[in-house]
C-alpha cells in the first residue's frame, strides 16, 4: 500500500443531469492502486466515480472513504454551485 500521509485527496463534482450528482476522483490516488480502476487502450485509468441523488450526501461518502483510507483531507476542485 502506497503512503497517503500529507497527501490530499483530490475530487471534483458535477450535475450531469437535474438531480443527479457524480463526484469523480482519480484512482490513482487510492492507495491500494488497482483496486476499482480501469485501464484504458493507450494508456491511463478511468477515474472511480460515487453518483447519488442527494448532493450533500455524495459530498460526506468521498470524504468519508478518503478519510478511511488515510488521507488528511479532500480537496474539492469542482462543486455544483448550491455545495459552495
Do not use: C
Request: cysteine-free; aromatic content about 8%.
Amino acid at each position: 500500500m502506497t503512503s497517503v500521509i500529507g497527501r490530499d485527496f483530490h475530487a471534483e463534482m458535477d450535475e450531469p443531469e437535474p438531480g443527479l450528482f457524480r463526484a469523480t476522483y482519480r484512482g490513482d490516488t487510492n492507495p491500494d492502486v488497482g483496486a476499482g480502476e480501469v485501464e484504458v487502450s493507450g494508456g491511463g485509468i478511468l477515474p472511480d466515480q460515487h453518483v447519488g441523488t442527494d448532493a450533500a450526501a455524495v459530498k460526506l461518502w468521498v470524504e468519508q472513504l478518503a478519510q478511511a483510507r488515510g488521507f488528511p483531507r479532500v480537496v474539492w476542485d469542482r462543486l455544483p454551485d448550491a455545495l459552495r
